[in-house]
């Protein structure tokens, strides 16, 4: 019996330790699992740019890092978050009040929580892009540069919360897309340059995955050129 206690305590223990760490808003109790990575060895104590990386609807933060992150080479903390709704991001009006704020606050946490240099960079895929595009026009005060790849945001989701205008934003969408229309991106921008945010959006040929195949260099790229404005 003894033995058997031991080997469920150690069981306990084993997955406390390989778990991901888990962070909550500070205004409610929504809390958010992460992880941590850096682009290169030997940076955990330094004061670094921070990237913000939500993955898309479905996938999770481990596979997003591995498949669309891995060609960052500026130095960097990447912060990879996933959606707390059964891995998916908010779809209506209430739910981008609800978890949007939360987020933003929890990004503040992180900042501030880990040594950072300037704001902090948020990018995010299909429904990831989605919340990205939401915090650009909420909460874009908070960010340095944000890359919603793949979203849409529609008029239909927008809450009555002041629009914060703040970071630059650079979107990217392939003009042969089937899961969320090109058109939808285009719209998305037009919603957050009627509010005065700055926004360069970046069509492309191919289709909704091309952030992990022919565009992954060329928005690495992109994401590390304007990490190293932030060092």
Not at 36 to 43: A, C, F
Not at 147 to 167: N, Q, V
Request: neutral net charge; hydrophobic residues 40%; without cysteine.
């Amino acid at each position: 019996m003894q033995k058997i206690l031991i080997f469920v305590l150690l069981g306990f223990s084993a997955q406390w330790w390989f778990s991901d760490p888990t962070i909550s808003a500070s205004s409610s109790d929504i809390s958010f699992k992460y992880i941590e990575k850096y682009t290169r060895e030997h940076l955990e104590n330094e004061s670094l740019p921070m990237i913000i990386a939500l993955h898309g609807d479905g996938d999770s933060i481990n596979n997003f890092y591995e498949t669309a992150l891995n060609q960052l080479t500026a130095p960097a903390r990447i912060i990879v978050i996933a959606s707390p709704i059964n891995s998916r991001w908010p779809n209506d009006s209430h739910q981008f009040i609800q978890y949007g704020r939360a987020l933003n606050e929890v990004v503040a946490t992180l900042s501030s929580q880990f040594p950072t240099s300037k704001k902090p960079l948020l990018m995010g895929f299909s429904g990831g892009a989605e919340m990205a595009y939401y915090q650009a026009l909420k909460y874009g005060d908070s960010y340095s540069y944000i890359f919603p790849i793949a979203g849409a945001l529609s008029k239909e989701t927008l809450t009555a919360e002041p629009d914060r205008p703040g970071a630059k934003v650079y979107a990217y969408h392939g003009k042969s897309d089937k899961n969320i229309p090109f058109k939808a991106g285009q719209h998305a921008s037009a919603l957050l340059q009627q509010s005065g945010i700055r926004v360069k959006f970046n069509a492309f040929e191919g289709g909704h995955l091309g952030l992990f195949t022919s565009m992954k260099s060329t928005i690495s790229q992109a994401i590390d050129k304007r990490v190293n404005t932030l060092l």
